[in-house]
């Protein structure tokens, strides 16, 4: 029973004093007399538990910025922005300085007005193994998107992002993206960021045909060619490319906040707005809230690693040596077994085609072998 109601009744009943019955029972004799004092005001209702809580709270925030924190939520929302907790602390701290709400005081208030509901269950994000590139332009994710409009049509989106700043280096809009478009598309990213040192992609043809044709497409020579290294993800695991596919996501959230997108002129004026955002305003969570331009600006950006390798008008062919350090080639219609050597075992080398004449480099240009082909032979024996 309650401690409290049980005292004063008993002091009323039995006429012991309050000292007494506080010292028998170890509590406090102000506090009995205090119940003591509501009962005889209030009666039974003096005796029932009252909340402890302070009339009031100087430190309390919500009198000061509630309201501005569900402007700002509703806002970034309605432009199709992110609207967390970190992101409006962002916004705050630029317009009132270091003096803001922390950033569980301003999720509270989110989820108090019911803009948020706690996901417990959730796997947190620190238990992902992540991978991030040291340097500006050391990496470069590029992927293909698609982005349906409310008339029903459905464009496809080109984004490439770089990998250590989140910087959006290229997002265009086409019916088709082919890969001669990728190509268009990364010379043009590099007039204003430059070019990076590597290259991510899934394996969509736009971006390497050697999968399933085992001949390099137009984005293999290019890259091949500027020195680019190519990276590709294994099939079916799009978290290596996961940067660019979060981006999409981010992306689509905005577009499907605007109206009147019916053409591709429209739908690309609608990214480069959001482009210009996500690098220069948005803070970005992967980068300690930082802008991704801000990130790309704090230093000095990776170049190819390799020489530029000049292709002119020959054919290129990318293949790995085998066991037994022989490339194969097939030349009008009869296959040809060239040897390299045993230590290069497992090396991915690039031939070089002119007709007859032929020339194998590492992917990093160096030379392995030149040499002038034989149709009479299978084998061409080394020198």
């Not at 002091?11 to 029972?25: D, P, Q």
Request: include cysteine; hydrophobic fraction near 35%; charge should be positive.
């Amino acid at each position: 029973m309650d401690i409290g109601r049980f005292l004063i009744e008993t002091h009323l009943r039995t006429g012991r004093s309050i000292k007494a019955l506080a010292k028998t029972h170890d509590v406090s004799p102000s506090w009995l007399f205090t119940l003591l004092g509501r009962y005889r005001l209030e009666g039974d209702a003096g005796l029932e538990p009252r909340s402890r809580r302070p009339r009031s709270s100087p430190s309390r925030i919500a009198d000061l910025w509630e309201d501005e924190i569900v402007v700002l939520r509703k806002e970034l929302a309605d432009d199709g922005f992110d609207a967390g907790a970190q992101t409006i602390s962002f916004h705050l701290v630029e317009r009132h300085g270091q003096a803001v709400p922390s950033v569980p005081t301003i999720w509270r208030v989110l989820r108090s007005r019911g803009f948020v509901t706690p996901q417990p269950h959730k796997r947190p994000k620190s238990s992902y193994a992540r991978f991030v590139a040291d340097l500006p332009n050391e990496c470069w994710q590029a992927d293909m998107t698609h982005v349906p409009l409310d008339n029903g049509t459905t464009f496809e989106v080109l984004n490439m992002i770089d990998d250590h700043s989140r910087v959006c280096v290229a997002s265009r809009v086409m019916v088709h993206v082919k890969a001669t478009d990728v190509v268009r598309v990364l010379h043009k990213s590099a007039e204003t960021w430059g070019y990076p040192a590597t290259l991510l992609t899934d394996n969509g043809l736009i971006f390497t045909a050697q999968r399933r044709y085992g001949v390099a497409g137009a984005v293999e020579h290019e890259l091949f060619a500027l020195g680019i290294g190519s990276k590709h993800s294994r099939p079916y695991h799009p978290q290596t490319c996961g940067k660019v596919e979060r981006f999409h996501q981010t992306m689509k959230k905005f577009l499907r906040a605007q109206e009147g997108l019916e053409t591709s002129k429209q739908l690309q004026r609608a990214i480069d707005r959001f482009v210009e955002r996500y690098n220069t305003v948005r803070p970005h969570r992967g980068i300690a809230r930082k802008t991704p331009l801000a990130q790309w600006s704090a230093r000095d950006p990776a170049v190819p690693r390799t020489p530029r390798i000049t292709i002119g008008g020959r054919r290129l062919r990318l293949d790995r040596v085998d066991k037994a350090g022989t490339v194969t080639l097939r030349h009008r219609g009869q296959l040809h077994h060239i040897g390299i050597g045993r230590p290069y075992g497992g090396w991915r080398v690039a031939m070089l085609i002119d007709g007859r004449n032929i020339e194998i480099v590492s992917l990093d240009g160096s030379p392995i072998r030149k040499l002038v082909l034989d149709p009479t032979k299978d084998y061409q024996r080394q020198p």
